[in-house]
């Protein structure tokens, strides 16, 4: 496998491999393939999250109202594609909930031949994006809003549970509490074959065995019985069909690149590893194009597969991805007949474990909340309530970071101080001159009261302001500090700037004086 990263400037190979989950031997395919052990977990992690691919498949097909094979299809090739082009090792991607939200009216009220033509420039729009660099933005997204999306992703997740137990045979619930108790007491046994594959295997031997009729796999839908195929959409190649399809394509490429975005950062954190964000955004559309030629619906990163595969198996490397795809589709292709049986109780079980597991029980511990600035709370609380009233994680990440960027804009504007300087502070003043000291950080939330902070009446005929300890970031600022000369210059009084930075004195150079009364 190529290195994701560049070699930074100054630093040497080993460096490097640090930064390159790939690099790492527990992240390389070919040391996987060499190890019994490692390619094990490889191997049954994989078989894991296809079997819980299953029902998710069925159910986010059902909620973009097309029949379930798209989704089962696009969760086969979605997998098996991005383990060779994504940019994160061993995260899952396959067809989701939130782009079946965003792509379920075009099925509805156009039909399917449009909606594979949407997931097809969707890709398009995402390998655009990619190579374009949007991946970086990630950088904008603070702490507080990503643990906000793990929590509130940890409450979707169980929230899609509920379904599953309510209106049931009282049979469920103990089935459902016996997979929870193997999931937590068989780790602390031993760790050689996932818990989640022994929950599944044992519940559908009970159920099998005594004959207990309770809801299944099979009563989700119907499976496929054939391979995918190759195929061309079905729709007018005229600009009235890109109108009709690019505001979706939009919307998927856009929900899809954030979701995988957000989960490989998280996988990063889980794995104390770094990956290739830019390869994974470009690699999300080339999957998404080979999944709309293949008839899917489409998909993004799924974090709770990715967390079964990562945290509950054990996986590290793309061989569980790949092998998550081929798994699914030899399952519900092969052994369809075997799948429809398994209990939707023990898969219920294990995604209530994932639930808990995911969610960031030390954020919300009254010791931490104490201790954490309100500003930093909100933030976190925003996200988590926007992204579980909508059920979508897009909405919740961008309503939290747009608090937080008000949060933070109020904050610093407190931070700029105007102070006053006269002869006996050692100025350098006379009678006919005064020094204004300006400090901090000036943008438009922190300079627009600047115009109040000085005495247009009283001072004298020079007035100097200095700006040694400030800097300015926008025309907001530059319009200001015009404002301040204009008043000046209305009484016959005359401004100098002194002590600005380059990038300062280069803003008002380029701005002062020509931003116009509108500004």
């Not at 933005?137 to 793990?150: A, D, H, K, T, Y």
Request: hydrophobic share 55%.
């Amino acid at each position: 496998m190529p290195h994701d990263a560049p070699l930074p400037p100054g630093a040497d190979r080993a460096t490097a491999v640090a930064a390159v989950p790939e690099a790492d031997e527990s992240y390389s395919v070919l040391a996987a393939l060499r190890s019994p052990r490692r390619l094990k977990t490889e191997v049954l992690g994989g078989l894991v999250v296809a079997l819980a691919l299953i029902p998710e498949a069925i159910a986010f097909s059902i909620i973009a109202g097309v029949d379930p094979r798209l989704g089962l299809f696009a969760s086969f090739t979605m997998a098996v594609t991005i383990a060779f082009v994504g940019g994160r090792p061993a995260m899952i991607s396959a067809a989701t909930g939130a782009v079946a939200l965003v792509v379920a009216p075009v099925a509805r009220e156009h039909g399917v031949d449009y909606l594979v033509a949407t997931v097809i420039l969707a890709g398009v729009i995402q390998v655009a994006l990619g190579l374009l660099g949007v991946a970086r933005l990630m950088r904008f997204i603070p702490r507080s809003v990503m643990v906000g999306f793990v929590n509130a992703l940890a409450i979707l997740v169980f929230l899609s549970q509920l379904p599953h137990l309510v209106g049931v045979p009282w049979q469920v619930y103990p089935l459902v509490a016996a997979g929870i108790a193997i999931l937590v007491l068989l780790p602390r046994w031993t760790t050689v074959v996932p818990a989640p594959l022994v929950a599944i295997v044992l519940l559908t031997a009970a159920t099998v065995l005594g004959a207990i009729a309770v809801p299944t796999v099979g009563d989700e839908g119907a499976l496929p019985e054939s391979l995918p195929s190759l195929l061309f959409p079905d729709v007018p190649l005229t600009l009235e069909t890109l109108q009709i399809i690019a505001p979706f394509a939009l919307a998927m490429a856009l929900v899809g690149l954030l979701e995988s975005l957000m989960t490989a950062k998280l996988v990063d954190d889980v794995t104390d590893t770094h990956s290739n964000k830019t390869r994974e955004a470009w690699g999300q559309g080339v999957a998404n194009v080979v999944t709309g030629f293949f008839g899917g619906m489409g998909g993004c990163a799924m974090i709770g597969q990715t967390m079964i595969n990562v945290k509950a198996s054990g996986a590290r490397t793309r061989i569980s991805t790949f092998l998550a795809g081929v798994f699914l589709l030899g399952l519900v292709v092969g052994l369809g007949d075997v799948v429809a049986i398994m209990p939707m109780a023990a898969l219920v079980a294990v995604m209530v474990m994932v639930s808990v597991g995911t969610f960031d029980w030390h954020s919300v511990r009254p010791s931490t909340l104490r201790r954490m600035p309100r500003s930093e709370t909100t933030v976190m609380l925003t996200t988590v309530v926007v992204t579980v009233w909508t059920h979508n994680l897009a909405y919740g990440v961008v309503v939290g970071v747009l608090v937080a960027t008000v949060l933070f804009a109020r904050r610093v504007a407190h931070f700029t101080t105007v102070t006053r300087l006269d002869a006996q502070q050692g100025s350098g003043a006379d009678d006919d001159t005064r020094t204004y000291a300006v400090e901090g950080e000036l943008f438009f939330a922190s300079s627009n009261d600047l115009v109040y902070q000085f005495d247009y009446a009283g001072d004298p005929e020079n007035i100097v302001i200095d700006m040694t300890k400030a800097h300015v970031w926008d025309a907001s600022t530059v319009a200001t500090l015009d404002a301040i000369r204009t008043r000046y210059a209305a009484k016959g009084k005359t401004v100098t700037i002194v002590g600005a930075n380059p990038d300062t004195a280069e803003r008002l150079d380029r701005l002062a004086g020509r931003l116009g009364a509108g500004h």
